[in-house]
């Protein structure tokens, strides 16, 4: 079955640096979504990429995905303590809700 | 407006037992999901209700079934709990039928099998 390799498993940076986690597949995606976990808490839902070579952000987030549709990436600009937590890409399909989730890049932040 | 809710929050059961998980979905929404979320890694799709059918499986064996109700919320059974059941169990609704939609997870219910 389809599956989404995510790296780096994980980061840790210095308060204001910024913060990148890839998000990668041998098969070309329907679309891809991206979800935050804070610690102890449930993923929720960041943003949807649907086109090829989109790019949205979100204040200091930007999300791409790629030409070929078969990557993705989250960028953090100068993070800050509140973007601690885990992200997760995530494929959706098309035809189900059915979400395959990657395996995550956890990010702590030094103050 | 209430987001979507699971109980309980936590549990603790011995090996071999049955347990069973509820999810409400958030208002509005028609389709339920269940995920399995170990230690340190990523949520796994367990299955989705949709009009009160199991419309996708993901691989998980037969101990883990479920139902929908006509008021859209659901049900987890997990029977002959093994060890390695131990997880966090997400649950996430959507709308017509989640297909290429965002959806909203609950906070989890913590299964702790000893």
């Known amino acids: 079955g389809q599956q989404v390799m995510q790296i780096p498993q994980y980061q840790h940076v210095q308060e204001g640096e910024d913060f990148t986690t890839y998000c990668n597949s041998s098969?070309?995606?329907?679309?891809i979504q991206w979800y935050k976990q804070r610690p102890g808490g449930h993923p929720v839902f960041l943003i949807q990429?649907?086109?090829?070579?989109e790019v949205k952000k979100q204040k200091r987030l930007t999300f791409q995905f790629g030409e070929a549709k078969k990557n993705s990436s989250l960028h953090i600009t100068a993070t800050q303590t509140t973007d601690v937590g885990t992200y997760f890409c995530?494929?959706?399909?098309?035809?189900?809700?059915?979400?395959?989730f990657g395996q995550g890049t956890t990010l702590q932040v030094k103050p | 407006d209430a987001g979507v809710t699971q109980s309980p929050t936590h549990l603790i059961k011995t090996r071999g037992q049955q347990v069973t998980l509820r999810c409400s979905p958030k208002?509005?929404?028609?389709?339920v999901s269940w995920y399995q979320q170990a230690l340190g890694q990523g949520p796994q799709f367990i299955f989705q209700?949709?009009?009160?059918?199991?419309?996708q499986r993901g691989n998980f064996p037969d101990r883990f079934s479920g139902h929908q109700f006509p008021n859209y919320s659901s049900e987890l059974n997990v029977n002959a709990l093994l060890l390695g059941d131990s997880a966090l169990y997400l649950c996430?609704?959507?709308?017509?039928?989640?297909?290429?939609?965002?959806?909203?997870f609950g906070p989890g219910t913590r299964l702790t099998v000893l």
């Open positions: 996430a609704s959507s709308f017509l039928g989640g297909r290429g939609n965002e959806q909203f």
């Open positions: 098969t070309t995606l329907s679309n």
């Open positions: 990429l649907v086109k090829s070579g």
């Open positions: 995530a494929l959706g399909s098309s035809n189900t809700g059915k979400l395959i």
């Open positions: 208002s509005g929404h028609d389709t």
């Open positions: 209700y949709y009009e009160e059918e199991e419309r």
